[in-house]
């Protein structure tokens, strides 16, 4: 995976909890997350439950959110193929 522009935070569906990916650095969870345009972990929590509900692990989301959470992260793997 190419390293991130800036500091990313993230919410890990495998993990059930916050990443953070630093500027410069390549994202080092390969696992189900998702990207927020926040610029802490306590917003990344907000925009989680804002987006995602309760759901703390990828089996807790609803069909439609799995498959929300399958295409984000096929968008970033994609993007390092570029």
Same mark, same amino acid.
């Given at each position: 995976?190419? @390293?991130? $522009?800036? !500091? !990313? +935070?993230?919410? *890990?569906? $495998?993990?059930?909890? !916050?990443? #953070? =990916?630093?500027?410069?650095?390549? @994202?080092? *969870?390969?696992?189900?997350?998702?990207? =927020?345009?926040?610029?802490? /972990?306590?917003?990344?929590?907000?925009? %989680? /439950?804002?987006? +995602?509900?309760?759901?703390? =692990?990828?089996? #807790?989301? @609803?069909?439609?959110? %799995?498959? /929300?959470?399958?295409?984000?992260? /096929? !968008?970033?793997?994609?993007?390092?193929?570029?």
């Amino acid at each position: 995976m190419r @390293p991130v $522009d800036r !500091t !990313t +935070y993230a919410w *890990c569906f $495998d993990h059930g909890t !916050t990443h #953070q =990916f630093r500027a410069g650095d390549e @994202p080092w *969870c390969t696992a189900a997350w998702v990207a =927020f345009t926040v610029a802490s /972990e306590a917003e990344v929590i907000e925009a %989680k /439950e804002a987006a +995602y509900g309760d759901a703390r =692990f990828f089996d #807790q989301l @609803p069909g439609d959110k %799995k498959l /929300e959470v399958i295409d984000i992260r /096929e !968008t970033w793997r994609d993007r390092d193929e570029d």
